[in-house]
Structure formats: structure tokens, C-alpha cells
């Protein structure tokens, strides 16, 4: 049976948690990274958890911190971040800006296959989310974008893949199926909502 710091040291170096914030070693679920147990914690129970100290929405914490804390991109990216110094807010985004959003570089095939498709029968997700885009026009669930130019420059390490204005944390794949359907004229919605990460003090 592997230790905690075993388990971790699988995913990242220690120089890699180590340089994490505070309040990102405070985010960490309690469950088993390494294979699933009946004692890991749900993403209800760790919304609940956390909810007193941190703003973080449960469909946030769903998609992003509960699956993906271990992910090296995930953590150098944005380990960095103060989460008692954050705002995720629901806001509604047009197309034009959704085209804007930057998405690194790891993770910019998963857009473009995404945006390959030619009908909603092609497209790889739950038939649930496939009735969800034919009958509204977007998303079921809104991803997580990061609003950069809120976060003071000295605060962004330069070992972090950030860029400038809006980058796409999670739903790489949604976003690619936006531009899919956009690409076909299959109809969108005006606007589409999506979960923005935002400085406090900007």
C-alpha cells in the first residue's frame, strides 16, 4: 500500500507541490488517486467540505479539482493560485468571445478534434449532452475559463503556460463541439455560459 506522498509523487515532483499555494494543498480531495476505494470522499461531500472557506461551485469542483488535482498541467499551471483571493462567476459568453479564449498547447488537439465534426450524431459525448446542444444551442455544463488579465503579473510564476485575457481551464472538448456546431450552422445559442475564474482585487 503506497503512502500519500507515493501516491503523489506519481503524478508530480516534490518541487512541483512544493511551489503550490497554500490554499491549493488545502483543495485536496480526500480520495485515492491511485484506484478507487469505497472510502473516497463524493464530489457532494467535498463541495460541502469546502464550501465555508472556499467560492468554489460544485460542477467547478466536479470537472476540475476533484478529477484533475494530481494533473501536472492542472498544477503548474494553476497551483500558483490564491483560491481565498478568487470569484468563479456563471457568466454568459458570446461566440465571438469563446473564439478568443486561448488554450495551451497540450491540450489544443482535443479542441480541434472537437471542432472536426459535421452533425451531432459525430460528436463523442453522453446522448445526454448530444439532446442538451440540439435543443438549446449549447453546453450542458458550462467550463472553467481563467480570467488572466485580472491576476497581477508578479503573482503568475513564469513556469506556468499562462497567457493573457481568457484561457480555458477545463472543457476542452465542449469547446471544440461549440465551434463544430458554429462551423455547420447547426444553430447556437446567442450566448453560452461558462464558469470564469477572476481575481478579487482586479
Known sequence: MLSEIEVRRLYIDD???ERTSDSWKDLKPYRN????????????????RLKERFNIPKAVLEQWLYGLYYDRNCVNNYGWIDFDGIDIMLEDLSLEKLREVRV???YRDYVEEGAS???????PCL???KDHWKSHGTWRTPPV???VKGFPHDVI?????IGSGMQLIEGHSRLGYLYAIAN???GLADTHKAYVVKCKNA
Open 15 to 17: 518541487v512541483e507541490w
Open 33 to 48: 488517486f491511485n484506484s478507487f476505494s469505497i472510502s473516497d470522499e463524493s464530489v457532494e461531500n467535498y463541495y460541502l
Open 104 to 106: 495551451i498547447d497540450d
Open 117 to 123: 465534426y459535421i452533425a451531432y450524431e459525430q460528436l
Open 127 to 129: 446522448e445526454k449532452d
Open 145 to 147: 475559463i481563467l480570467d
Open 157 to 161: 510564476p513564469d513556469y506556468s503556460d
Open 184 to 186: 455547420c450552422n447547426l
